[in-house]
């Protein structure tokens, strides 16, 4: 498991399903796998993840506050034309 507040890795990860998107087979999404068990979960719209045993020192240090969520196709993908003259 990571300390990234965005996104986790690992396997037997504890969190409500309605509020992550999850990656139980990473090879699918072109993710990394570590071992047979590893699985991904993401954070959606505007929330983190917080561990319970620090969950008020988390919570009140990013609530309300943009965290970025990575890089998005916009900054990744980049346009490719190829163009030929009507003579050609």
């Given amino acids: ?6 996104y986790k890795q690992g396997k037997n990860l504890g969190f409500e399903g309605d509020k992550v998107f999850q990656a139980t087979k990473p090879e699918r999404f072109f993710l990394p796998k570590q071992n047979v068990s590893t699985s991904y979960v993401f954070a959606i719209e505007d ?3 917080a561990y319970p045993n ?8 990013y609530k309300d506050t943009f965290q ?3 890089v998005s196709l916009e900054e990744m993908i980049i346009p490719f034309v190829l163009l030929s003259s009507k003579n050609a």
Avoid: A, I, W
């Fill in 1 to 6: 498991v990571n300390s990234n507040l965005r």
């Fill in 47 to 49: 929330q983190f993840f």
């Fill in 54 to 61: 620090n969950y008020n020192y988390y919570v009140n240090f």
């Fill in 68 to 70: 970025h969520g990575g």
